[in-house]
């Protein structure tokens, strides 16, 4: 069953880094791969800046080795991992990479290697926005009680471009009931409940896919949920 809902804008920004990406334990992680030796006096800020020192100890395509070997452990092959070393200094693996699953870690491991290396990787862009959405009925929301992203997109989809590229790579699982890939084109995704007809949404996702959201004041559009 279709909802219908007005949907108000109320941030767009540009972000270089995910929130809660990287945190003291990984910087461990990471200076003990490298062999970095006693951390224990280091402070929290030396810890981040001890990781990216030491991963400049290496040319760039080892330390994206290194973190891609942290990141996917054995999720990927040794044969994908020397490729993508490679690849990742001119390409945006985490735009183009086939398995959407992985796209966030390949934007948090390009993020921190562009830091450390100044800019020789490619510049990581995300988004952060927030929506307002308001349902005409008083139990409109509920469609978004179960696979949250998957009607959220839905909805946001009807304020861009009819041509715009999640449309077109998934006109399919927009308009059916299994939209199984919108958790992987929303990665990080939450929401406060003002009232029974209306909800604000905060979502990161990759340039890639919302870039035309910022043209975007507000707009009326209908949404159904996934079937459970």
Known sequence: MKASFNVVKLKFVSIQELPNSWNQQKYLDLLDLMDYGDTSELTPEELKEMCLMSLTDNDPEDAAKIVLEYVFKDRLSNGQIENLSSEM????????????????????????????????????????????????????ISVFNDFSESALIRLLVKGLPKNTLIYRLFEEQVEGEDFKDAKDIIWQLTS??????????????SAYWFHNFKYVDSFGGTTHADKV
């Open 89 to 140: 200094l001119d390409e945006k693996i985490w735009e183009e990479y086939a398995d959407l699953s992985l796209h966030e870690e390949f934007f948090n491991v390009n993020q921190l290697l562009y830091e450390a290396f100044n800019g020789k990787f490619p510049h990581p862009e995300a988004i952060m926005f927030q929506v307002k959405v308001t349902g005409t009925t008083n139990d409109g």
């Open 192 to 205: 406060e409940k003002k009232s029974d007809k209306e909800v604000i949404f905060s979502v990161i996702s």
